[in-house]
Nanobody, 124 residues
Framework: QLQASGGGLVQAGGSLRLSCAAS????????IGWFRQVPGKVREGVAY????????YYEDSVKARFTISRDNAKKTVYLQMNSLKPEDTAVYYC???????????????????WGQGTLVTVSS
């Protein structure tokens, strides 16, 4: 099970930190991805972190603004979002996939487990 939290309303230029807490599986064996979706649009990837070495990958739209990290002891992945823009407004989801053999794992279809989403709203 994955539980995403930390969303809210923030002004453009502000920051938020999202958390994705895992339970019920061996967290350190799973890569985690953050995705986001605006109603009526396709779910898109944001950032990803591998389980084996903590390697990360970011989509161009968030590169240099967002940072993904994981704490295996707490079974939690974080997404630090800085310099937020109105176009970052979306429901953010975290997803997990067991020990991927390829990297980066950017397609939503590659992930088997999903959290419920947390809403991020950035006002202009």
């Amino acid at each position: 099970q994955l539980q995403a939290s930390g969303g809210g309303l923030v002004q453009a230029g502000g920051s938020l930190r999202l958390s994705c807490a895992a339970s019920g599986f061996t967290f350190e064996n799973y890569a985690i991805g953050w995705f986001r979706q605006v109603p009526g649009k396709v779910r898109e990837g944001v950032a990803y972190i591998r389980n084996s070495d903590g390697r990360t990958y970011y989509e161009d739209s968030v590169k240099a603004r967002f940072t993904i990290s994981r704490d295996n002891a707490k079974k939690t992945v974080y997404l630090q979002m800085n310099s937020l823009k109105p176009e970052d407004t979306a429901v953010y989801y975290c997803a997990a996939q067991y020990g991927p053999s390829s990297w980066p794992l950017i397609r939503p279809q590659s992930y088997n487990y999903w959290g419920q989403g947390t809403l991020v709203t950035v006002s202009s």
